[in-house]
């Protein structure tokens, strides 16, 4: 079992930055693969970016490719989403997802083991 906690959300300008970090504990963190999705209201929750379990690999929607970073410290059980440049399109719940199994791909929301609660991020124009 693994809970996850989000936060580091908030309300910013746009242009502005924030750090969210998803904090796991229970079982081996470097097990799992870690995910960020967002949820704008009343749309479906897409992917963001993914991070591999010992960091080598990264993934970006193109959304957000050149503006998000994504990186983890297993010794601390936490994974980082740098969001610079925020634009109001930005404004979602964001989520963090873990996954135990080896996959080509983390972009599908079905694949997740477990879900943190979310933390709202606001961009105003």
């Known amino acids: 079992q693994v809970q996850l906690v989000e936060s580091g959300g908030g309300l910013v300008q746009a242009g502005g930055s924030l750090r969210l970090s998803c904090a796991a504990s229970?079982?081996?963190?470097?097990?799992?693969?870690v995910a960020w999705f967002r949820q704008a209201p009343g749309k479906e929750r897409e992917f963001v970016a993914s991070v591999s379990r010992f960091g080598l690999t990264t993934d970006y929607a193109d959304s957000v490719k050149g503006r998000f970073t994504i990186s983890r410290d297993n010794a601390k059980n936490t994974v980082y989403l740098q969001m610079n440049s925020l634009k109001p399109e930005d404004t979602a719940v964001y989520y963090c997802?873990?996954?135990?199994?080896?996959?080509?791909?983390?972009?599908?929301?079905?694949?997740?083991?477990?879900w943190g609660q979310g933390t709202q991020v606001t961009v105003s124009s």
């Open positions: 229970g079982r081996t963190f470097s097990s799992y693969a």
């Open positions: 997802g873990a996954d135990s199994d080896y996959r080509n791909s983390y972009r599908s929301v079905r694949v997740y083991d477990y």
